[in-house]
């Protein structure tokens, strides 16, 4: 059963980092691409980082220099390390495992960030 646990949301200040896990179970983790999304309230669900099995990384404009992915295939588990937070990055963030086409999601967690 393939599992993906987000956590290390919460609620921060305006300018404040927050560093989300995403732990994975149940799929071969170091062959699979990984991903965070996240979506705001009355907004679709938007792709903010990917990185591929080859450590190859990609980020939405809004997050570039602010944001960065990293995963740990030992730990079988992919990071999102955000600093400088705006209020206008508060949503719920996903993480998400692909492997020949197929998809998995976690159920998210919620960041929040306070003017």
């Known amino acids: 059963q393939v599992q993906l646990v987000e956590s290390g949301g919460g609620l921060v200040q305006s300018g404040g980092s927050l560093r989300l896990s995403c732990a994975t179970s149940?799929?071969?983790?170091?062959?699979?691409?990984m991903g965070w999304y996240r979506q705001a309230p009355g907004k679709e669900r938007e792709l903010v980082a990917s990185?591929?099995?080859?450590?190859?990384?990609d980020y939405a404009d809004t997050v570039k220099g602010r944001f960065t992915i990293s995963r740990d295939n030992a730990k079988r588990t992919v990071y999102l390390q955000m600093i400088n937070l705006k209020p206008e990055d508060t949503a719920v963030y996903y993480c998400k495992a692909t492997r020949y086409n197929q998809n998995y999601w976690g159920k998210g967690t919620l960041v929040t960030v306070s003017s």
């Open positions: 990185i591929t099995s080859g450590d190859i990384t």
């Open positions: 149940g799929i071969i983790f170091s062959a699979s691409a």
